[in-house]
C-alpha cells in the first residue's frame, strides 16, 4: 500500500512562503542565493521567532543584515 504524501498545515506552509520572502529580500541586500539559503537554514530558530513576533519578510531580512 502507498503512503499517503505528508500534508503540511496552512501555518507551516505560510512559514515556508514567508522565509522565501526573506530569501529574496537577502539577495537583494547582496547575498547570494546559496548564502541566504544558508543562512535562513543555519539560524531557521530566529527566522521563526521573527515571523511569529510579526515581522515582514524585509523587516526580517534587514535585521538578518544588520
Given amino acids: ?5 505528508e ?3 496552512p ?6 512562503n514567508w522565509c522565501i520572502e526573506v530569501e529574496g529580500f537577502l539577495v537583494k541586500g547582496g547575498a547570494t542565493v546559496q ?3 544558508d543562512h535562513i537554514e ?3 530558530e530566529w ?3 521573527q515571523f ?4 515582514t519578510p524585509e523587516e526580517a531580512a534587514k535585521e538578518a543584515l544588520a
Avoid: N, P, S, W
Fill in 35 to 37: 548564502e541566504a539559503q
Fill in 1 to 5: 500500500m502507498a503512503k499517503k504524501k
Fill in 11 to 16: 501555518e507551516t506552509l505560510e512559514l515556508i
Fill in 52 to 55: 511569529y513576533d510579526g515581522l
Fill in 42 to 44: 543555519e539560524q531557521v
Fill in 47 to 49: 527566522f521563526t521567532d
Fill in 7 to 9: 500534508e503540511l498545515d
